[in-house]
């Protein structure tokens, strides 16, 4: 068939409903030159593999797991977001240089022994390097999701992905229970909630220092809480010593009575 006679089976195609097996578009194009929010995302992005850096020496893995890690914690977030936008390609993908950033930074932090001592200076300062992650991705998720038009409770929880999620799936490779899942650990995912919306009320007055506004109230809160020990009211499930959980599997305990101990799971009576 001629390319002429091609196009316009399509265009009946098209007119009749059918499905064309043409390339769809990309859904988004990729912005040129330096933007304000290529720079925070460029931020963030360091950040994040700065942590997983930090993880990784603390876990005793090699050059291969903490470039591994490192990728997985920056890459991790802003990919669900992606994926959930319908963004193509990646943010990763058209911006490579990340892969030669990461890569460029984790061989000295691995194998040399004076940037080995600046980083264990950094180790002692890895949550704030983390909660700075977590502010600048915050700004990145909730932009994007509104250059979309999308709502804004949608643009809140595409910031709140966008910052957790990388350090979510961090978490799973090393074989734990995420932190932003813990109870006791502190305001993580909170503070990247609470910068999300001080990022829109302030966006909604047209307000210049809504960006800095947003990171400042997302790393404040975070560093705060770590200071403090700050964390959510404990869930009625958890058993804490002071705040029995009901245990119904003891016959004849009263209701509210903490587990038995030592000797008094036996029938002895201690001393």
Not at 108 to 121: E, L, M, T
Not at 126 to 137: C, H, K, M, T, Y
Not at 209 to 214: E, K, L
Request: charged share 15%.
């Amino acid at each position: 068939m001629r390319p002429k006679a091609k196009q316009a089976a399509r265009r009946r195609a098209a007119r009749a409903g059918r499905v064309s097996f043409s390339y769809p578009p990309p859904t988004t194009t990729v912005p040129k030159g330096l933007t304000p929010l290529l720079v925070f995302e460029i931020l963030a992005v360091v950040l994040a593999a700065l942590s997983a850096m930090i993880t990784a020496s603390k876990k005793n893995l090699d050059f291969v797991g903490t470039y591994a890690l490192a990728i997985v914690t920056a890459f991790g977030g802003g990919t669900i977001r992606d994926v959930l936008l319908d963004r193509r390609p990646f943010f990763w993908v058209s911006r490579y240089e990340y892969l030669i950033v990461i890569f460029a930074l984790c061989l000295p932090f691995v194998y040399s022994r004076r940037v080995h001592d600046w980083a264990r200076q950094l180790v002692a300062r890895g949550e704030v390097v983390d909660a700075l992650g977590l502010g600048f991705f915050t700004v990145v998720g909730v932009t994007m999701a509104q250059d979309l038009k999308l709502p804004s409770a949608v643009a809140v929880l595409m910031g709140v992905i966008t910052a957790t999620g990388g350090g979510v799936m961090r978490d799973l490779l090393i074989n734990e229970i995420p932190v932003t899942f813990r109870h006791g650990t502190e305001l993580y995912t909170t503070s990247a909630f609470a910068g999300a919306i001080v990022y829109l009320l302030l966006q909604r007055v047209h307000s210049p220092s809504a960006v800095i506004a947003s990171i400042g109230v997302a790393v404040g809160l975070r560093m705060y809480s770590v200071w403090k020990g700050t964390t959510l009211p404990r869930p009625h499930w958890i058993h804490t010593g002071a705040y029995p959980v009901p245990n119904d599997s003891a016959p004849g305990a009263p209701r509210g009575a903490p587990p038995p101990r030592g000797d008094q799971a036996d029938g002895k009576t201690p001393e």
